[in-house]
């Protein structure tokens, strides 16, 4: 089954304590993006990925970092996160030919107290 | 970057067709127009993609003026199913270089009996 698998779905952290959300795909897609939806303000996109070892900044790059040394995986990493990091976050992927289909994950809920 | 913009809401009965229009006055050439549905705690799922005048598949249909400053999703005969979160997404994808593709606030229909 074609599918975008985000882990943990939820995490309860702590300021300041590193973590990882990992983001991976079965479709062979070039094109993988982060985003986090917080009431009010949409879906703002964090960073995205063009292909191994391309990224770029999205709109809200701050705090966060990313790395995609696979195809198929392209995890979010928040160094030292912050009360204001807590907020719901989807990774997306697509083929590099745009379809104009953004397949979604399910979504990771992220808690920092 | 086009920018989207929405109503904030809404509502309808069932059985009525229901039209959200989005504008997006800084559309490039190489622009698509993407309408996705969110459910609450879901990532956002594809329903249609257009360039120009009208598309229609088995659930919506998209219709772009000549100028494609705008685009209205006409969902026909919406059930209480249809209670979602519209988002209208304008950009040329992965293509060209890279694109941050950027979604608006989206429109929360509801569908009431």
């Known amino acids: 089954e074609a599918q975008v698998t985000q882990n943990p779905r939820y995490l309860i952290t702590v300021t300041g304590k590193k973590l990882t959300v990992t983001c991976s795909q079965n479709?062979?897609?070039?094109?993988m993006s982060w985003y986090r939806q917080d009431p009010g303000l949409g879906l703002r996109q964090i960073y995205y990925?063009?292909?191994?070892?391309?990224?770029d900044k999205g709109d809200v790059p701050e705090g966060y970092k990313v790395s995609r040394k696979e195809k198929r995986n392209f995890p979010l990493i928040l160094e030292s996160p912050s009360p204001n990091q807590t907020s719901l976050y989807f990774c997306?992927?697509?083929?590099?030919?745009?379809?104009?289909?953004?397949?979604f994950g399910e979504g990771s809920r992220l808690t920092v107290l | 970057l086009a920018k989207t913009t929405q109503p904030i809401s809404m509502d309808s009965y069932e059985g009525q067709e229901v039209n959200i229009t989005c504008s997006h006055n800084?559309?490039?050439?190489?622009?698509?127009i993407t309408w996705y549905q969110q459910f609450p705690s879901q990532g956002p799922r594809f329903i249609i993609q257009g360039y120009k005048t009208k598309v229609t598949n088995e659930v919506a249909s998209l219709f772009i003026p000549a100028d494609r400053k705008s685009s209205t999703l006409s969902l026909p005969r919406v059930s209480l199913s249809d209670t979602a979160v519209y988002y209208c997404l304008v950009g040329d994808g992965v293509t060209g270089g890279g694109n941050k593709l950027t979604f608006g606030t989206g429109t929360q229909l509801k569908v009431e009996l």
């Open positions: 997306a992927s697509s083929l590099l030919e745009y379809t104009g289909e953004l397949f």
């Open positions: 800084n559309i490039a050439t190489n622009d698509y």
């Open positions: 479709m062979n897609h070039e094109y």
């Open positions: 990925s063009m292909n191994v070892e391309v990224t």
